[in-house]
């Protein structure tokens, strides 16, 4: 069998972060997934939602979705 032409999205990335129409590249808070109980109730609050990527990593985190962009 013959490998598909063209490039691919990395799905691993693609299920991290999400690219907003202006281009920014939101992720989720760290932190959140276990040992809640010992984090304080604004600690926990804080981690809701979403906060954009640092400038620093945009660059790689895009070239991982070429069809968002």
Known sequence: MRRPKGIKTKKS????????????????????????????????????GTTTVHPTDVYRITQNLPFSH
Request: proline letters at 3%.
């Open 13 to 48: 990335v693609a299920k991290r972060f999400k690219i907003t129409a202006s281009g920014k590249v939101l992720r989720a808070s760290a932190g959140k997934r276990h040992l809640a109980q010992t984090k304080s109730p604004k600690r926990r609050r804080n981690l809701r």
